[in-house]
T-cell receptor, first 116, second 111 residues
Framework: DTEVTQTPKHLVMGMTNKKSLKCEQH?????MYWYKQKAKKPPELMFV???????INESVPSRFSPECPNSSLLNLHLHALQPEDSALYLC???????????????FGPGTRLTVL | RKEVEQDPGPFNVPEGATVAFNCTYS??????FFWYRQDCRKEPKLLMS???SGNEDGRFTAQLNRASQYISLLIRDSKLSDSATYLC????????????FGSGTRLSIRP
Protein backbone atom coordinates (compact mmCIF):
# COMPACT_ATOMS: atom_id res chain seq x y z
CA ASP A 1 0.00 0.00 0.00
CA THR A 2 3.05 2.27 -0.30
CA GLU A 3 2.59 5.40 -2.35
CA VAL A 4 6.26 5.40 -3.27
CA THR A 5 7.05 2.81 -5.91
CA GLN A 6 10.44 1.56 -7.01
CA THR A 7 11.55 -0.53 -9.95
CA PRO A 8 13.03 -3.00 -10.35
CA LYS A 9 12.54 -4.97 -7.11
CA HIS A 10 15.72 -6.93 -7.71
CA LEU A 11 18.71 -6.21 -9.92
CA VAL A 12 21.83 -8.25 -10.60
CA MET A 13 24.54 -6.52 -12.60
CA GLY A 14 28.15 -6.96 -13.52
CA MET A 15 30.83 -4.43 -12.75
CA THR A 16 30.90 -3.16 -16.34
CA ASN A 17 27.13 -2.77 -16.71
CA LYS A 18 25.10 0.43 -16.74
CA LYS A 19 21.68 0.27 -15.13
CA SER A 20 19.13 2.62 -13.60
CA LEU A 21 16.89 2.47 -10.56
CA LYS A 22 13.57 4.27 -10.74
CA CYS A 23 11.36 5.79 -8.07
CA GLU A 24 7.96 7.43 -8.37
CA GLN A 25 5.70 9.12 -5.82
CA HIS A 26 2.22 10.56 -6.15
CA UNK A 27 1.90 12.33 -2.81
CA UNK A 28 2.75 15.80 -4.09
CA UNK A 29 6.01 15.78 -2.18
CA UNK A 30 8.76 18.10 -3.37
CA UNK A 31 11.68 16.44 -1.58
CA MET A 32 13.00 13.05 -2.66
CA TYR A 33 15.85 10.96 -1.33
CA TRP A 34 18.08 8.01 -2.11
CA TYR A 35 19.35 5.82 0.71
CA LYS A 36 21.61 2.78 0.78
CA GLN A 37 21.04 0.07 3.36
CA LYS A 38 23.37 -2.81 4.08
CA ALA A 39 22.21 -5.88 6.01
CA LYS A 40 21.61 -5.30 9.73
CA LYS A 41 22.47 -1.58 9.37
CA PRO A 42 20.24 1.49 9.27
CA PRO A 43 19.67 3.35 5.99
CA GLU A 44 22.42 5.80 5.00
CA LEU A 45 21.54 8.94 3.11
CA MET A 46 23.05 9.30 -0.36
CA PHE A 47 21.25 12.18 -2.10
CA VAL A 48 18.50 14.71 -1.44
CA UNK A 49 16.51 16.54 -4.10
CA UNK A 50 14.42 19.52 -3.10
CA UNK A 51 12.14 21.10 -5.71
CA UNK A 52 13.85 18.94 -8.35
CA UNK A 53 17.29 20.33 -7.55
CA UNK A 54 20.08 18.35 -5.94
CA UNK A 55 20.55 19.81 -2.47
CA ILE A 56 22.67 17.15 -0.76
CA ASN A 57 25.26 14.71 -2.02
CA GLU A 58 26.72 12.78 0.92
CA SER A 59 30.11 12.36 -0.80
CA VAL A 60 28.75 9.52 -2.89
CA PRO A 61 31.16 8.07 -5.52
CA SER A 62 30.52 9.29 -9.05
CA ARG A 63 29.59 5.79 -10.19
CA PHE A 64 26.19 6.69 -8.68
CA SER A 65 24.46 9.46 -10.60
CA PRO A 66 21.05 10.75 -9.49
CA GLU A 67 18.52 12.46 -11.70
CA CYS A 68 15.18 14.09 -10.94
CA PRO A 69 13.28 14.53 -14.25
CA ASN A 70 10.18 15.99 -12.56
CA SER A 71 8.56 16.37 -9.16
CA SER A 72 7.26 12.77 -9.15
CA LEU A 73 10.24 10.87 -10.48
CA LEU A 74 13.72 10.11 -9.18
CA ASN A 75 16.31 7.97 -10.91
CA LEU A 76 19.64 6.58 -9.82
CA HIS A 77 22.01 5.74 -12.66
CA LEU A 78 24.61 3.08 -11.92
CA HIS A 79 27.86 2.55 -13.78
CA ALA A 80 30.99 0.53 -13.03
CA LEU A 81 29.80 -0.54 -9.60
CA GLN A 82 31.81 -2.63 -7.18
CA PRO A 83 30.66 -5.77 -5.32
CA GLU A 84 30.62 -3.77 -2.08
CA ASP A 85 27.88 -1.61 -3.59
CA SER A 86 25.50 -4.56 -3.24
CA ALA A 87 22.73 -3.38 -0.90
CA LEU A 88 19.08 -2.39 -0.64
CA TYR A 89 18.55 0.99 -2.29
CA LEU A 90 15.64 2.89 -0.85
CA CYS A 91 13.86 5.90 -2.25
CA UNK A 92 11.86 8.20 0.01
CA UNK A 93 9.83 11.36 -0.34
CA UNK A 94 8.56 14.09 1.96
CA UNK A 95 7.45 17.66 2.08
CA UNK A 96 10.54 19.86 2.25
CA UNK A 97 11.42 20.85 5.82
CA UNK A 98 9.88 24.15 6.84
CA UNK A 99 10.48 25.31 10.39
CA UNK A 100 8.59 23.23 12.92
CA UNK A 101 6.52 21.30 10.39
CA UNK A 102 7.32 17.62 10.66
CA UNK A 103 8.55 16.33 7.35
CA UNK A 104 7.94 12.62 7.69
CA UNK A 105 9.66 10.63 5.02
CA UNK A 106 7.81 7.82 3.28
CA PHE A 107 9.85 5.01 1.81
CA GLY A 108 9.43 2.87 -1.24
CA PRO A 109 9.93 -0.90 -1.04
CA GLY A 110 13.48 -0.65 -2.31
CA THR A 111 15.59 -2.26 -5.02
CA ARG A 112 17.80 -5.11 -3.86
CA LEU A 113 20.99 -4.74 -5.89
CA THR A 114 23.64 -7.42 -6.32
CA VAL A 115 26.89 -6.53 -8.09
CA LEU A 116 28.86 -9.50 -9.34
CA ARG B 1 29.67 9.45 20.13
CA LYS B 2 27.00 8.48 17.59
CA GLU B 3 24.47 11.16 16.67
CA VAL B 4 21.57 8.85 17.50
CA GLU B 5 22.03 5.97 19.91
CA GLN B 6 19.70 3.09 20.65
CA ASP B 7 19.96 -0.12 22.61
CA PRO B 8 20.33 -2.73 19.83
CA GLY B 9 18.51 -5.43 21.79
CA PRO B 10 17.28 -7.93 20.92
CA PHE B 11 14.28 -7.64 23.20
CA ASN B 12 12.42 -10.93 23.49
CA VAL B 13 9.14 -10.54 25.38
CA PRO B 14 5.91 -12.52 25.71
CA GLU B 15 2.74 -11.50 23.96
CA GLY B 16 0.79 -9.01 26.04
CA ALA B 17 3.87 -7.53 27.70
CA THR B 18 4.74 -3.85 27.81
CA VAL B 19 8.09 -2.93 26.30
CA ALA B 20 9.96 0.37 26.24
CA PHE B 21 12.69 1.57 23.90
CA ASN B 22 14.99 4.48 24.54
CA CYS B 23 16.98 6.66 22.21
CA THR B 24 19.40 9.54 22.80
CA TYR B 25 20.54 12.14 20.29
CA SER B 26 23.55 14.42 20.39
CA UNK B 27 22.50 17.47 18.34
CA UNK B 28 20.59 19.88 20.56
CA UNK B 29 19.41 21.76 17.43
CA UNK B 30 17.40 18.77 16.20
CA UNK B 31 13.74 19.64 15.67
CA UNK B 32 12.02 16.56 14.28
CA PHE B 33 11.84 13.13 15.85
CA PHE B 34 10.28 9.93 14.60
CA TRP B 35 9.94 6.24 15.27
CA TYR B 36 9.98 3.92 12.28
CA ARG B 37 9.58 0.17 12.23
CA GLN B 38 11.29 -2.07 9.73
CA ASP B 39 10.38 -5.68 9.08
CA CYS B 40 12.98 -8.07 7.75
CA ARG B 41 13.87 -7.29 4.12
CA LYS B 42 11.25 -4.53 3.93
CA GLU B 43 11.40 -0.77 3.87
CA PRO B 44 11.16 1.40 7.01
CA LYS B 45 7.58 2.44 7.74
CA LEU B 46 6.69 5.48 9.80
CA LEU B 47 5.25 4.44 13.14
CA MET B 48 4.80 7.87 14.65
CA SER B 49 6.23 11.35 14.84
CA UNK B 50 7.28 12.45 18.32
CA UNK B 51 5.97 15.77 19.54
CA UNK B 52 7.21 17.90 22.43
CA SER B 53 4.06 17.19 24.43
CA GLY B 54 4.30 13.46 23.83
CA ASN B 55 1.78 11.57 21.77
CA GLU B 56 -0.16 8.35 21.83
CA ASP B 57 -1.51 6.20 19.01
CA GLY B 58 -3.42 3.20 20.28
CA ARG B 59 -0.98 0.92 22.09
CA PHE B 60 2.00 3.12 21.23
CA THR B 61 3.18 6.12 23.24
CA ALA B 62 6.14 8.32 22.35
CA GLN B 63 7.81 10.84 24.64
CA LEU B 64 10.42 13.52 24.00
CA ASN B 65 12.68 15.06 26.63
CA ARG B 66 14.57 17.92 24.99
CA ALA B 67 16.55 18.78 28.12
CA SER B 68 18.00 15.28 28.29
CA GLN B 69 17.96 14.80 24.49
CA TYR B 70 16.06 11.59 24.95
CA ILE B 71 13.18 9.93 23.08
CA SER B 72 11.19 6.92 24.17
CA LEU B 73 8.66 4.53 22.69
CA LEU B 74 6.32 2.45 24.83
CA ILE B 75 4.37 -0.47 23.39
CA ARG B 76 1.56 -1.82 25.55
CA ASP B 77 -0.20 -5.18 25.19
CA SER B 78 2.35 -6.30 22.60
CA LYS B 79 1.22 -8.46 19.68
CA LEU B 80 3.10 -11.02 17.64
CA SER B 81 2.85 -8.59 14.71
CA ASP B 82 4.89 -6.03 16.67
CA SER B 83 8.02 -8.11 16.06
CA ALA B 84 10.30 -5.87 13.99
CA THR B 85 13.27 -3.54 14.26
CA TYR B 86 12.37 -0.12 15.67
CA LEU B 87 14.39 2.81 14.36
CA CYS B 88 14.75 6.09 16.19
CA UNK B 89 15.11 8.92 13.66
CA UNK B 90 16.19 12.51 14.26
CA UNK B 91 16.65 15.34 11.80
CA UNK B 92 20.12 16.80 11.62
CA UNK B 93 19.83 19.89 9.47
CA UNK B 94 16.73 22.04 9.61
CA UNK B 95 17.33 23.47 6.17
CA UNK B 96 17.81 20.28 4.24
CA UNK B 97 15.49 17.55 5.48
CA UNK B 98 18.44 15.42 6.51
CA UNK B 99 17.54 12.69 8.96
CA UNK B 100 19.76 10.35 10.91
CA PHE B 101 18.74 6.82 11.84
CA GLY B 102 19.68 5.09 15.02
CA SER B 103 21.03 1.60 14.57
CA GLY B 104 17.65 0.12 15.53
CA THR B 105 16.32 -2.05 18.33
CA ARG B 106 15.19 -5.56 17.47
CA LEU B 107 11.98 -6.71 19.12
CA SER B 108 10.74 -10.27 19.09
CA ILE B 109 7.34 -11.13 20.61
CA ARG B 110 6.89 -14.75 21.60
CA PRO B 111 3.50 -16.49 21.95
Amino acid sequence: DTEVTQTPKHLVMGMTNKKSLKCEQHMGHRAMYWYKQKAKKPPELMFVYSYEKLSINESVPSRFSPECPNSSLLNLHLHALQPEDSALYLCASSHPYVGEVHNEQFFGPGTRLTVL
Amino acid sequence: RKEVEQDPGPFNVPEGATVAFNCTYSNSASQSFFWYRQDCRKEPKLLMSVYSSGNEDGRFTAQLNRASQYISLLIRDSKLSDSATYLCVVNRDSSASKIIFGSGTRLSIRP
